[in-house]
């Protein structure tokens, strides 16, 4: 998991980086008066890749949609009924949304993007891998913070 940490969290900052540059070359370009329609093609695609990827950042470092204020007034045992039902939730979705995006990019790799021409189903890919590291990082963010809870750092 240690290498995988590191591989996703620099690829995530890898596009965040391309992301903002091509955002800046898009805002100068228009302040010049020249048209580049690819760099908004590009920021939607980049875009897209950082929501999905990004999530497992979130989700690992336990600040993904939580209900934290009720969890924190149950007992120990409702605590962890409750905690182990909301992952077990979260990876449902998350098995769902990695089904249906890998069918959406099945569908789509043959549609090209209007002005790059590139594959819609490569941009699409970033569903069913996101959502494949994300059930990773829920799955230890889960046994992590069972942990913590029992040491009662948590």
């Known amino acids: 998991m240690h290498v995988a940490r590191k591989v996703i969290g620099n690829f995530?900052?890898?596009i965040f980086l391309l992301l903002?540059?091509?955002v800046t070359l898009q805002v100068f370009a228009r302040a010049v008066g020249i048209s580049m329609p690819w760099t908004e093609e590009v920021a939607r695609f980049l875009f897209i890749?950082?929501?999905f990827l990004g999530g497992y950042l979130t989700i690992r470092k336990g600040i993904n949609i939580a209900f934290d204020l009720i969890l924190s007034m149950l007992p120990k045992k409702g605590w962890t009924i409750l905690f182990t039902l909301i992952n077990i939730i979260s990876?449902?979705?998350l098995v769902l949304l990695g089904i249906l995006g890998s069918q959406l990019v099945q569908l789509t790799m043959s549609q090209l993007?209007?002005?790059l021409k590139?594959?819609?189903g490569i941009v699409y890919l970033a569903i069913p891998i996101g959502a494949a590291v994300m059930i990773l990082a829920q799955i230890?963010?889960?046994?992590t913070t069972l942990k913590k809870r029992k040491e009662g750092s948590c």
């Not at 230890?140 to 046994?143: G, I």
């Open 91 to 93: 990876c449902g979705f």
């Open 12 to 14: 995530v900052a890898l």
């Open 20 to 22: 903002t540059l091509d």
């Open 118 to 120: 590139f594959p819609m």
């Open 140 to 143: 230890e963010y889960y046994f």
């Open 113 to 115: 993007s209007p002005i």
């Open 49 to 51: 890749w950082l929501v």
